[in-house]
C-alpha cells in the first residue's frame, strides 16, 4: 500500500462510516456499526494494525490519517448515540403527552341543600325589613331552654317539648344540659348582651325525641326571631309575619293566626298556611285540617323581659318560632319532611 494510497482509503474509509453512522437509529445499529468499523476485526481496526508492515516513509503520514479517523469516527459514535437517546425521551413523552383538543371529563357539581336554600331566602326576607342573623349553641342549659323562658322545673309545659338529654351538668348538678328544642333560648342570649331595640332571626338545628311522620322529624331546623323596642303591639308581629309570607309563598296563599300557649308570649298564637296539595281541602301531608302550621309566635311574656333586666313596663317586644322545612314542603310542594335527611341524591338534585 502506497502512503498515498492508504491516506486516500483511511479518508474513504472515514467518510463512508460517518454516511453509516447517520442511518443507525437505534442501539443495536450503532453497536453493529461499531463492531463493523472499530470493533477488533473492524475495517479501521485492520487499517491500523496495517500501518506497522509500511515502510517508515509512508508510516507517519498513514498513521496521523488513521489516527484522526478513529477520533472522528468514536466522537460520532458518541454524538450520535446522544442524538438517539434525545429522539427516543421526546417519542416517549409524546406517548405520555395530553391531548388538549379532548372534551374533559364531567367534574359533577355540588348544589345546596333544600334546606339551606329556605333558610337563607327566610334570612333574606327578614333581613331585608330591619333584622340581623345571629346564631346560638345546639347543646344548651336547661336554664335557657326552659327557665328563662318562664318554665321553671317540673312546669308542665316541659312536656311541650321531648327532649334529648346530654349527660353532662355543671358543677352543683343544677343544671342539666340537652339538645335545644328550640331557638328560643336565644331569646334571653340575644337580650342579655344588649339594649333595646332589638331585632334578630336566629337560623339553627333543634332535636326533638319524637316520632316522626310526614311533618316531623326529630332533628330539623328553626329560625327564631325576635323584635323588642317601646310601642311594639301584635299589629306589628302580625304585619311582619304577613310581609314574611307574601315574600315567601306569594300573595295568593293563605294565612291563618290562630290563639295558642308558649310559656314565654302572652298572648300567643300559631301561623299556618293553607296546604299546597289539597287546597285547604285535608289530606295526608296537612292530617285532614286543611293547614300546615309553620309556627308558633306571640307577644314576648314580661317575665322573660324582667328575667333579662329589660322593663317591661317601657318596653313590649314579639317572638316567632318557624320551621323552615315545613316552609319549604309548602313552597316547593314536597310531600315527606323525612326526604330532606334521608341522603337521596334524587331527591336532593332536584335542587342543585
Ligand atoms: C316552638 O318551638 C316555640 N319555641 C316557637 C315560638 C317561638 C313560639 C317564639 C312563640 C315565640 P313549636 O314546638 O310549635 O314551638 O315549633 C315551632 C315550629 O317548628 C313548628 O311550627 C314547626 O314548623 C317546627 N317544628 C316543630 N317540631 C317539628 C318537628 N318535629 N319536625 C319539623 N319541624 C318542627
Keep these: 500500500m502506497s502512503e498515498a494510497n492508504t491516506t486516500d482509503q483511511v479518508e474513504d474509509l472515514q467518510s463512508k462510516a460517518l454516511r453509516e453512522l447517520k442511518v ?80 374533559g371529563w364531567p367534574v359533577p357539581r355540588g348544589g345546596l341543600h333544600p334546606t339551606t336554600r329556605i333558610v337563607r331566602d327566610i ?28 318554665i321553671p322545673k317540673g312546669h308542665p309545659a316541659r312536656d311541650m317539648w321531648a327532649t334529648l338529654w346530654v349527660d353532662h351538668t355543671d358543677e352543683d348538678g343544677d343544671h342539666p344540659m340537652l339538645m335545644r328544642t328550640h331557638t328560643s333560648p336565644m331569646q334571653a342570649r340575644v337580650m342579655e348582651k344588649s339594649d333595646p331595640p332589638v331585632r334578630v332571626v336566629v337560623p339553627g338545628r333543634c332535636y326533638r325525641y319524637e316520632a316522626t311522620d310526614p311533618t316531623h322529624e326529630w332533628h330539623f331546623y328553626q329560625v327564631e326571631g325576635l323584635a323588642v323596642d317601646r310601642g311594639i303591639t301584635l299589629a306589628d308581629l302580625k304585619g311582619t309575619l304577613y310581609e314574611f309570607a307574601r315574600r315567601i309563598f306569594g300573595a295568593e296563599r293563605k294565612v291563618r293566626f290562630r290563639c295558642d300557649y308558649f310559656p314565654f308570649v302572652e298572648p300567643g298564637v300559631d301561623m299556618s298556611i293553607d296546604c299546597f296539595l289539597c287546597d285547604g281541602k285535608g289530606c295526608r301531608v296537612c292530617a285532614d285540617t286543611g293547614w300546615i302550621e309553620i309556627m308558633g309566635a306571640g307577644m314576648v311574656h314580661p317575665k322573660v323581659l324582667e328575667g333579662v333586666g329589660y322593663d317591661p313596663n317601657i318596653y313590649t317586644g314579639f317572638a316567632f318560632g318557624m320551621g323552615p322545612e315545613r316552609v319549604a314542603l309548602l313552597k316547593y310542594g314536597i310531600e315527606d319532611i323525612r326526604l330532606f335527611y334521608a341522603n337521596d341524591l334524587r331527591f336532593l338534585r332536584q335542587f342543585a
Excluded at 453497536?31 to 481496526?45: N, S
Excluded at 509500511?54 to 496521523?64: F, I, M, N, S
Excluded at 334570612?123 to 349553641?137: I, R, Y
Design 123 to 150: 334570612c333574606n326576607s327578614f333581613a331585608s325589613m330591619g333584622f340581623s342573623v345571629v346564631e346560638g349553641p345546639e347543646v344548651e342549659w336547661d336554664t335557657y331552654n326552659f327557665e328563662k323562658l318562664n
Design 24 to 103: 443507525a437509529s437505534d442501539t443495536e445499529q450503532l453497536e453493529a456499526w461499531r463492531v463493523a468499523f472499530l470493533g477488533r476485526r473492524g475495517e479501521l481496526t485492520q487499517v491500523l494494525r496495517g500501518l506497522g508492515s509500511l515502510p517508515a516513509e509512508e508510516r507517519r503520514a498513514a498513521g496521523a490519517a488513521a489516527n484522526a479517523a478513529r477520533v472522528a469516527l468514536e466522537q460520532g459514535l458518541e454524538d450520535r448515540e446522544q442524538q438517539i437517546k434525545q429522539a427516543d425521551a421526546a417519542a416517549g413523552m409524546a406517548g405520555e403527552a395530553i391531548d388538549v383538543t379532548l372534551p
